[in-house]
């Protein structure tokens, strides 16, 4: 009830805010690479433009070099090679403290030895605000992140998720070129981390700067982000809105990280407008192949569970749809929808669909009959 | 209040003879103290226990008498100046050594904590051997590089203990604040760790003020310790004013060393 009113409170723009800070920094990554010396570099050859004002994820398992190059970004690690770009100005050899980034950890790090007003006030001490204007802008800040009244509080009288909040405000209090958010939700419980995930769009609106997110956890990704930059051992895999990457992924690897998927491997290149998978042959729409090398090597077609059709009559398959033999092998209702696990074809793999929570038309072991609208499958490279 | 009362009933009864054992080993630590402190109160020219008669012949005579008030002065100078390298040079290898792991750490660490495991008295005759080279002998320069080598190996334990429990995370934060290093050093690892720098430079005092072995070998007509003092005086005079100086020092050990728990106690009020 009071987001909104704070909104409109926060929404003019505070006399200290620059111009840039409004419109965000634009970040450059070309060819970074960060090589420890292992069997393959843990950053590989990133490119990657972050347009100014824009919420950019990079997501991926553990592993994938996606904290690596955030940790590149803000200086802790150093380059083996390529360039890193603020606004054209090249920071790629400044040390951190020089770089103007604001950044959030895991564990929040706050200085437990300093009041959430210490805490906040911290980076303008550092660049010599008057000390009116810190009180003025410490409160304003803290009114953003909707945490008055505790300022002077010590870190460890405060929850997980206040402790997050006051990181928050102390990571944009200086209006930094960009704000670098490495897991920051990773430590707070599932309700917690909606509520925060809330504040951190809503914070991103009203800051209007770049936001660089990292985390591991695909739905929080999606919910958050401008786009989504994939990682994969090193590489960015694909980039583009959660939209793009969840209806139309390039591989198998982006199809399977960003929620379920049904994978048909054709086990061979994906070429004209037949694929065809065991004994069944469907159409293909030029238009749902993957602008990606790989799949003039080896494709496979991706169905979303949701775009999967059942039926117990082979005839009630509409006309042109690609469809395929499957038994009903577990059911499992998630109170807004149904998911029937599925054996699929002679190999009897799983597949999925999503029906109806209110349908009860099926039970385990029937015989069916799966079946999709071609324009609604998509061949990636496996 | 209910937690501790559930503790409380948990343990096991002490049983009586580990009271009679403990009660023992205090009074054997603590005996030479109720012993020394009542003596120097006594009015009688030799030493006698318990004393006849009270007085405070043998303090007035400790601070009228230049010899040994010069020693204690000296005393001072030397453990507080001992004390100062030994922090620095303790507390910067102790954060110096927290990031750097394998071997080179690791002798390192045994390189600075060697004096501690070495006997007194062949730290006292090679620091004696080479000081008589470099005319360090009877100077308080060479009193207090000395002492301050002495001192290192306990600031380096007490730091690298505090730098335990110190989350590095928070210089990575403090920098992209935009703090530079020597900056986040002040302003979050000092803070952070102080109580260990304090309870090491109170170790390294504490050395330093009541060292004898090193301090005997250095002595000189012109520069000597309280400790050296008290040992002529025993070995040459033998007055009861020793006992009213092993009486300061016991004080003054003792008020330095609740230094740190009133500093703890403060903290945990807030």
Known sequence: MTISSKVAAAAPAPASTPDSARQGTQIRLSGVTKDYGLASPAVDAV?????????????????SGKTTTLNLIAGFETLSSGTIALDGADVGTLPPHKRNLGMLFQNYALFPHMTVAQNVAYPLRERKVPKDEIARRVAEVLELVQLPGRDQNYPSQLSGGQQQRV???????????????????????????????????????EVGSTFVFVTHDQEEAMNLSDRIALFNTGRIEQVGTPEELYRRPDT?????????????????????????????????????????????AHGAVVVRPEDVRISH????????????????????????????????????????????????????GDEVTAWWKPERQRIVAA | MTAARRRERGVDPIPWWLIAVGTLVALYFILPTLIVIPLSFSSASAFEFPPKDFSLRWYENFFTDPVWLKSLGNSFLVAILAALIATVVGTAAAVGLNRLTGRLAGFLRTLLMISMVTPAIVVAVAVYISFLQWHLTGSLLGYVLAHAALGVPFVLVSVTTALGGFDSTLLRASASLGAPPLRSFLRVTMPLISRGVITGAIFAFVTSFDEVVIALFLRSPTFQTLPVQMYNSVTFELDPTISASSSLVVVVVTIIFLVPLLIGSRKKTR
Do not use: C
């Open chain 1, 313 to 364: 009559d082979p005839q009630a398959v509409a006309p042109g749809a690609n469809a395929v033999r499957a038994t009903v092998r577990d059911l499992e209702y998630m109170g807004s929808y149904r998911t029937v696990m599925l054996d699929v074809g002679h190999s009897r793999q799983l597949g999925r669909a999503r029906i109806d929570a209110l349908d009860a038309a099926f039970a385990v």
């Open chain 1, 252 to 296: 198998l690897f982006t199809a399977r990280f960003l929620g379920d998927s049904n994978v048909f491997d054709l086990g061979e290149a994906a070429v004209g407008t037949q694929a065809t998978w065991e004994d069944h042959i469907w159409s293909v729409d030029p238009a749902t192949v993957a602008e990606h090398p790989g799949v003039k």
């Open chain 1, 167 to 205: 990181a928050l405000a102390r990571a944009i209090v200086f209006d930094p070129a960009a704000l670098l958010l490495d897991e920051p939700l990773g430590a707070l419980d599932r309700n917690l981390r909606g509520a925060l995930q809330m504040e951190i769009r809503r914070i991103h609106r």
């Open chain 1, 47 to 63: 490119s990657l433009t972050i347009q100014p004002g824009e919420f950019m994820t990079l997501l991926g398992p553990s592993g």
